[in-house]
């Protein structure tokens, strides 16, 4: 079984500065993914980076950056130089196998101006 | 990739009835999704949709209570049956994301949601 567990219900941050977001899982699959999707007010959710477990290097798009730990079963969600258009939810999701795609319960982030 | 149309984008419904959902694609997919999502709560799955077959569904989902259509490979309907207040949620379908920089099996991107509030 795949767990997701989001330990920040809400965060804040100032506009341009950066935010981290923490995100912990735990799957018995030897090869996964990870993802973090944004869900905007709107409610559209976003795909906004994607993680194999395979790979060393953490996937970096654009101000938004991973700090994946696999020992440690972390996969956090930097978001630099924060825009108020970041404002939303995030979610963190695994997959891996057969499994089927497990989300996290999310995260509120407020930017402020 | 895909563009995912839902309607109705919201609905208020009273104990008892019945609701469906649609969900268009503008391209053909292999397998849709359908998630609900409860307030404060996260994104749970409720079953997938093949083209030509049943639903499958999840654990602690019924197909009385949440039939499914997929008559074809663009389309699909979820119907929120005999609702109660506990049925109030967002209800999302999703697809597997095709092409572009996050290429690849298991990356879904989903549709706006239907808000349902039941009274």
């Known amino acids: 079984a795949q767990t997701v567990t989001q330990s920040q219900p809400e965060m804040s941050v100032q506009e341009a500065e950066t935010v981290t977001l923490s995100c912990t899982y735990d799957t018995s699959e030897s090869d996964y993914y990870l993802f973090w999707y944004k869900q905007p007010p709107s409610r559209q959710m976003i795909l906004v980076i994607r993680q194999e477990a395979y790979k060393q290097q953490n996937a970096t798009e654009n101000r938004f950056s991973v700090n994946f730990q696999k020992a440690a079963k972390s996969f956090s969600l930097k978001i630099s130089d924060s825009q108020l258009g970041d404002a939303a939810m995030y979610f963190c999701?695994?997959?891996?196998?057969?499994?089927?795609?497990?989300f996290g319960k999310g995260t509120k982030l407020t930017v402020n101006p | 990739s895909a563009v995912i149309s839902q309607k109705p984008s919201r609905d208020i419904c009273q104990r008892g009835t019945s609701l469906t959902i649609q969900c268009q694609v503008d391209s053909q997919v292999t397998m849709m999704f359908w998630y609900r999502q409860q307030p404060g709560q996260s994104l749970t799955l409720i079953a997938t949709a093949n083209q030509g077959s049943e639903a499958t569904y999840e654990s602690g989902f019924v197909i009385d209570k949440f039939p499914i259509s997929r008559p074809n490979l663009t389309f699909s309907t979820l119907t929120v049956s005999n609702m109660s207040p506990e049925d109030s949620s967002i209800y999302l379908c999703?697809?597997?994301?095709?092409?572009?920089?996050?290429?690849?099996?298991?990356?879904?991107?989903f549709g706006a949601g239907s808000r349902l509030t039941v009274l």
């Open positions: 999703s697809v597997e994301l095709r092409g572009g920089k996050f290429s690849g099996a298991n990356v879904l991107t």
């Open positions: 999701a695994t997959q891996g196998g057969s499994e089927k795609l497990v």
